[in-house]
């Protein structure tokens, strides 16, 4: 069962394989509350791709935090973590 933002990151490379011809994905957890999703011939608008990871982290009440990096030759490796939201 998927109960946690990690849990749905990682599956996201299996989903995003059967949607999209071409690019490929790739994601390891990096920490706790931290997932790193790493895309390879990915020719599309990036900001689409942000989109849906922070959607994913944020179906699970919590806030996400992105860290992007470009490296060129269509290759995005996206850093996800998150936090509980601000009570306040």
């Not at 394989?17 to 071409?22: I, K, M, P, S």
């Not at 699970?60 to 998150?82: I, K, M, N, S, T």
């Amino acid at each position: 069962m998927i109960d946690e933002p990690g849990a749905a990151l990682l599956k996201y490379p299996e989903t995003f394989g059967v949607l999209a011809r071409g690019p490929s994905a790739a994601a390891e957890r990096i920490g706790l509350r931290a997932v790193r999703v790493s895309f390879a011939n990915y020719r599309g608008s990036f900001e689409y791709v942000v989109g849906v990871l922070e959607g994913l982290v944020m179906a699970f009440q919590q806030e996400p935090h992105l860290v992007v990096e470009a490296r060129g030759d269509y290759r995005y490796v996206c850093d996800v973590a998150w936090t509980a939201p601000a009570t306040g």
